[in-house]
């Protein structure tokens, strides 16, 4: 190892707490028995070593900052109190603040690691490099370098580094890392690969369709990676809180330095005890680390369950809902048609259904899927001939079936009624028609009753589909209100009068382009599986990384929970802090009290704050 290196890592050794704690308290300690045995100058030694030692950073920082204008801050306070204690001939508190501090600064890390890694394990998702295919030749790349409509090869057990759709293979894909589902999904040519998914079963070669940094696994990165600069009413009043109180009391303890002794109350050696005592407790880094923590150890629970929070602003609106307001399509619904209806004419429904799924076998069309989903029995199809935007003919088992809109049939001579779906017509006669409806999400009425029994006193959808489609589902789910056939500026319209007559928070939960204006204006915009939806995610307040609705109570319960831990600190923190001020003015406690009020507050509150990231993944 090189002299450069060892530097470097004996200086990122250096400024790990637990060691400058451990090296404090080996001079600490040996000081304190010396005192105790009549070795006063030896053990005075000791003592400033053990300052200067455990106290380094403390100081260049709070040294730092007073340079860049940021004066009033907890290593100031700290550097002051020690080194004053020091001053006024008691050397072992003054160390004593310092280590304490140094504590209470360990534990502020490691809940801040702790819930980061919270995130990470989720969120872990990019690849560094790709494969790219050119001239015949693979060659690894930064996957930052790689070019949008590159060809890049995927083997088997490798995650997808860039955005992409397939051009040759198949595999099984999954997602398990970005939405949550348990279940690998098939994709095939044509079909597109989010980055951060795993490639099951097979090797893909895909064309990207995005650059790295602004594929999917990048968005959602950058989403957590920037949360905490969205901060939360809270946590902005503790930040003004602090400029505020800060140099109220930095000017009271000079005041209690100098006053009692030139009025003969005091002599100076306690007067500037007392008013360092109270310097020491009168520090707010228990609620500057505590608050902030708590929101920080809430969105990392929430991204242990698929939730993705922007900020800690989300918490407060998301705790005091009142109405969660719906769009539908991909949100109540799967956003995938099913058979809702067979109207025959002339022939048995379910070999209506079978010979129209059999004649649609090769296409991808999500009428096809539908079909084929519901048919019991598919048989081979031949001489197929697609008419684009009308249906297809093809030969099943010797008849002629032919499956499409009204211009096919009037195509074919035929007259029909009025129907939604596709007809069928069998050897030249109209044979009856097929309905398809947008299925219902399976956990959508669960999840809807879970919300009421959080107290969610509306529950409401504001659709662009057809009115009867929307009543369907409505009815269905049991909705409050049902509103349908809107485009996105009567959606807006209609929310931002909810909003208006609401005196709670007003959610809208939506997974598309035309749910963007309507998830920024809400008091809070969750965007469901929106993985893709660029707008959503930009204008939401939360994502929820899978299409599965039972995640929105859980968002709520995150958020109540996290507010209740928010709040706990603040009455903690100033609670016990001002009545410790309180007897440290009266003379009734001493620097050993100011300690624990300063530190040990801190340290309780973190450990609250951790209660934050716990939470049941499901």
Same mark, same amino acid.
């Given at each position: 190892m090189n002299r450069k290196k060892l530097k470097k890592r004996l200086k990122r050794l250096y400024k790990s707490e637990p060691l400058r704690i451990l090296v404090g308290l080996c001079f600490f300690i040996p000081a304190l028995i010396l005192e105790h045995l009549g070795f006063e100058a030896i053990s005075l030694g000791l003592f400033i070593a053990a300052l200067l030692l455990s106290g380094a950073t403390v100081f260049i920082s709070a040294f730092r900052g007073i340079l860049r204008g940021d004066v009033f801050d907890e290593k100031l306070l700290m550097s002051v109190a020690a080194?004053?204690?020091?001053i006024i001939g008691e050397a072992e508190e003054g160390v004593a603040v310092m280590l304490f501090f140094l504590v209470g600064e360990w534990f502020e890390h490691i809940a801040v690691r702790r819930s980061r890694n919270s995130i990470r394990s989720l969120m872990d998702i990019r690849p560094d490099t790709a494969t790219v295919l050119a001239d015949g030749a693979e060659s690894v790349l930064d996957a930052e370098d790689v070019a949008v409509g590159s060809v890049i090869l995927i083997r088997s057990g490798e995650r997808v580094p860039i955005d992409c759709a397939v051009i040759s293979g198949e595999c099984d894909l999954d997602n398990s890392a970005l939405t949550g589902e348990s279940l690998p999904i098939s994709v095939k040519i044509g079909d597109e690969l989010s980055s951060g998914a795993v490639v099951l079963g097979g090797a893909v070669t895909a064309k990207t369709l995005r650059t790295a940094d602004s594929s999917a696994a990048a968005r959602i990165l950058d989403l957590v990676e920037n949360a905490q600069e969205r901060k939360s009413r809270a946590e902005s009043f503790i930040t003004r809180f602090s400029r505020v109180y800060t140099p109220i009391v930095f000017s009271l303890a000079l005041l209690m330095a100098v006053l009692p002794p030139i009025f003969g109350w005091l002599d100076l050696t306690d007067s500037l005890y007392r008013a360092l005592s109270f310097l020491v407790v009168s520090c707010p880094c228990a609620l500057v680390i505590s608050v902030p923590m708590a929101f920080f150890g809430g969105i990392g629970n929430a991204a242990s369950h698929g939730i993705l929070y922007k900020g800690g602003n989300v918490f407060a609106p998301l705790s005091n809902i009142s109405e969660v307001v719906f769009d539908k399509t991909g949100t109540l619904?799967?956003? !995938? &048609?099913?058979?809702?209806?067979?109207?025959?004419a002339d022939c048995a429904p379910e070999k209506l259904l079978s010979l129209a799924a059999s004649a649609e076998y090769a296409s991808i069309h999500p009428i096809a899927r539908a079909l084929k989903s519901a048919a019991t029995e598919i048989y081979p199809a031949e001489e197929i001939t697609e008419f684009s935007g009308k249906g297809i003919i093809a030969r099943v088992n010797g008849i002629s079936v032919a499956v499409g809109n009204s211009y096919l049939m009037a195509q074919l001579g035929f007259s029909v009624p009025n129907a939604d779906g596709v007809y069928v017509a069998l050897d030249g006669k109209y044979a009856g028609s097929i309905g398809f409806a947008d299925e219902i999400k399976a956990e959508a009425p669960a999840a809807l009753? !879970? &919300?009421?029994?959080?107290?969610?006193?509306?529950l409401s959808m504001l659709s662009g589909d057809r009115r009867e489609n929307a009543e369907r589902?409505?009815?269905?789910?049991?909705?409050?209100?049902?509103?349908?056939e809107l485009l996105p500026d009567g959606k807006l319209s209609l929310l931002e009068k909810k909003i208006a007559e609401n005196r709670g928070s007003v959610v809208y939960v939506g997974d598309g382009i035309n749910d963007a204006p309507c998830l920024a204006r809400a008091d809070v915009g969750i965007a469901m599986g929106s993985l893709g939806a660029d707008s959503a995610i930009e204008a939401a307040d939360a994502v929820i990384m899978s299409d599965n609705l039972s995640r929105l109570p859980d968002a709520v319960k995150i958020a109540r929970k996290t507010e209740r831990i928010a709040k706990q600190n603040i009455v903690l923190a100033i609670g016990i802090k001002a009545l410790v001020l309180l007897l440290v003015s009266l003379d009734i406690s001493g620097m050993w009290m100011a300690v624990f009020a300063d530190v040990g507050v801190a340290v309780l509150a973190i450990l609250n704050s951790f209660r934050a990231l716990i939470g049941k993944r499901k």
């Open positions: 080194v004053g204690a020091m619904t799967e956003g !995938r &048609l099913i058979v809702d209806k067979i109207t025959p009753e !879970r &919300l009421r029994r959080l107290g969610v006193k509306r589902v409505g009815a269905a789910l049991s909705l409050d209100e049902i509103n349908a």
